[in-house]
């Protein structure tokens, strides 16, 4: 699905996604895993940012820096080797669309140096669907937050997850997504969520836990 395919309207909300070309790895290794979640943050702001200033700092945290007129809030997210998974509104108009275009492009801009390499990393434009009712949309912080499961059980999504307790450890040890914000972990990048700016479907962390393992099997995405 292209994003041109939808209009995207300001307090309304949409799952963002996209995966490499030809499905190729987008991470490699935890370095790549924190520079994109690093960009969830820096890049969602209209100000520029040079990362290459922070790195000659010893110590370098961007969650330290203050990010100003931001595109979007950011309600949940998953990386996975070669895909991701974003939960976002838009705050401004246009948002969206300025949002992922300026965090793809610093993405692969970092990725090809890295691994000396040029061309398109991503498969075409990233893709959206809209949400249109609570029942999607919890269904949906269900499907991304479990995401993970796929890498110690491929076929979770099509014969269940067949050891619940197994499948919890993973997830509590699984550092790329929003999951531990959830949980209630504290970690620098807890700063990248706006919860006031999504519904409240999980007061706590038992709710949110029992929560995400129900909602399975409502969709097939």
């Known amino acids: 699905m292209s994003i041109r395919k939808i209009n995207f309207v300001s307090g309304e909300y949409y799952h ?16 790549d895993y924190l520079r994109f979640i690093a960009l969830l943050y820096i890049s969602n702001s209209k100000e520029k940012f ?5 790195n000659r700092n010893k110590n370098p945290n961007v969650y330290e820096l203050e990010t100003m007129n931001q595109y979007v809030s950011i309600g949940a997210y998953c990386l996975m080797p070669n895909h991701f998974h974003v939960l976002m509104t ?5 948002g969206i669309t300025a949002f992922m275009q300026k965090i793809s492009t610093a993405y692969v801009m970092y990725f090809n140096k890295k691994y ?9 434009k990233f893709k959206s669907k809209y949400i249109d009712s609570d029942r999607y949309f919890k269904y949906l912080f ?14 979770w999504k099509e014969k269940g997850i067949v050891n619940r307790q197994s499948a919890t450890a993973y997830l509590n040890k699984y550092s790329y997504s929003s999951y531990l914000d959830f949980t209630g972990e504290k970690r620098p990048q807890n700063i990248i969520l706006d919860p006031k700016a999504f519904p409240e479907y999980f007061p706590d962390k038992k709710s949110f836990v ?5 909602w399975l099997g409502y969709y097939d995405l």
């Open 16 to 31: 963002i996604y996209n995966r490499g070309n030809s499905k190729q790895k987008i991470f490699y290794d935890e370095e």
């Open 50 to 54: 040079d990362f290459y200033n922070l």
């Open 90 to 94: 838009e705050k401004i108009e246009g």
């Open 116 to 124: 000396e390499r040029s061309g398109s990393l991503f498969e075409g």
């Open 142 to 155: 269900s499907y991304v937050h479990l995401n993970p499961i796929k890498l110690i059980q491929k076929d």
């Open 210 to 214: 029992k929560e995400i393992f129900e």
